[in-house]
C-alpha cells in the first residue's frame, strides 16, 4: 500500500521557523501530485500548497511569501519551510498524496502537530 511518513512538528514561537517533511513508499504508479493540508480545531481541513511532478507549485494566499513547498530528486519527498509563523498557522499538518487520472485516488499521511505561541 501507499504510505506516506511525516516528521518535523513541534512548537514554536511566533516569528520563528519549522521544516516538515514527508516521505511517500508503496507507489506504483507514475503520475500524482503530493502536497500539504492543515486543519486546525473547530476548521475544516485546508489546502496549504501542492508540488507536481513537472515542479509547479500552489499556495494558499494566508501563506504566500512565508511557507515553500520542495521535493527531492526521486519525487517522492516533499518538504514545506515555514517561516514567519504565526499563531493562526497552529493546527495539525497534513501530507497527502493525489493520484492522477480518473479516479484521483489521495492517500494521507497520519498528521503532525504544529503549534505557534508565545
Known amino acids: 500500500q501507499v504510505q506516506l511518513v511525516e516528521s518535523g512538528g513541534g512548537l514554536v514561537q511566533p516569528g520563528g521557523s519549522l521544516r516538515l517533511s514527508c516521505a511517500a513508499s508503496?507507489?506504483?504508479?507514475?503520475?500524482?501530485?503530493m502536497g500539504w493540508y492543515r486543519q486546525a480545531l473547530g476548521k475544516q481541513r485546508e489546502l496549504v500548497a501542492t508540488?507536481?511532478?513537472?515542479?509547479?507549485?500552489n499556495y494558499v494566499d494566508s501563506v504566500k511569501g512565508r511557507f515553500t513547498i520542495s521535493r527531492d530528486n526521486a519525487k517522492t519527498t516533499i518538504s514545506l519551510q515555514m517561516n514567519s509563523l504565526k499563531p493562526e498557522d497552529t493546527a495539525v499538518y497534513f501530507c497527502?498524496?493525489?493520484?492522477?487520472?480518473?479516479?484521483?485516488?489521495?492517500?494521507w499521511g497520519q498528521g503532525t502537530q504544529v503549534t505557534v505561541s508565545s
Open positions: 497527502k498524496l493525489t493520484r492522477l487520472g480518473l479516479t484521483r485516488a489521495g492517500y
Open positions: 508503496g507507489i506504483f504508479f507514475s503520475e500524482y501530485v
Open positions: 508540488i507536481t511532478n513537472g515542479g509547479m507549485t
